[in-house]
Nanobody, 118 residues
Framework: QVQLVVSGGGLVQAGESLRLSCAIS????????EGWYRQAPEKRRELVAS??????????DSVKGRFTISRDNARNARKTVYLQMNSLKPEDTAVYYC?????????WGQGIQVTVSS
């Protein structure tokens, strides 16, 4: 199992940037994929970006070219996955979640609010 702690959300103006962090600890060597999801009010949760253990990335069409998912090197059973969000738009406003999945688990961090004002 893994534990996830998300940080970095907040309120910004359109065009500005934010970086979300997801600190992961526990059985990190068992993780297949790390991902960022978001859920706007009255909308379904959607995948924003993901990165596999082999470093393959996937992005939602709506964030391609603006968002970047990355991670640092694991140390002492901990690693951090980032979501760099540039050129933010009001439609990026949502609660963002970090997710990891492995052979026997699918773990979520707490949601964090990102609000982009126009």
């Amino acid at each position: 199992q893994v534990q996830l702690v998300v940080s970095g959300g907040g309120l910004v103006q359109a065009g500005e940037s934010l970086r979300l962090s997801c600190a992961i600890s526990g059985s990190i060597n068992s993780i297949n994929t790390e991902g960022w999801y978001r859920q706007a009010p009255e909308k379904r949760r959607e995948l924003v970006a993901s990165i596999t253990s082999g470093s393959s990335t996937l992005y939602a069409d709506s964030v391609k070219g603006r968002f970047t998912i990355s991670r640092d090197n694991a140390r002492n059973a901990r690693k951090t996955v980032y979501l760099q969000m540039n050129s933010l738009k009001p439609e990026d406003t949502a609660v963002y979640y970090c997710d990891t999945d492995g052979p026997t688990f699918d773990s979520w961090g707490q949601g964090i609010q990102v609000t982009v004002s126009s």
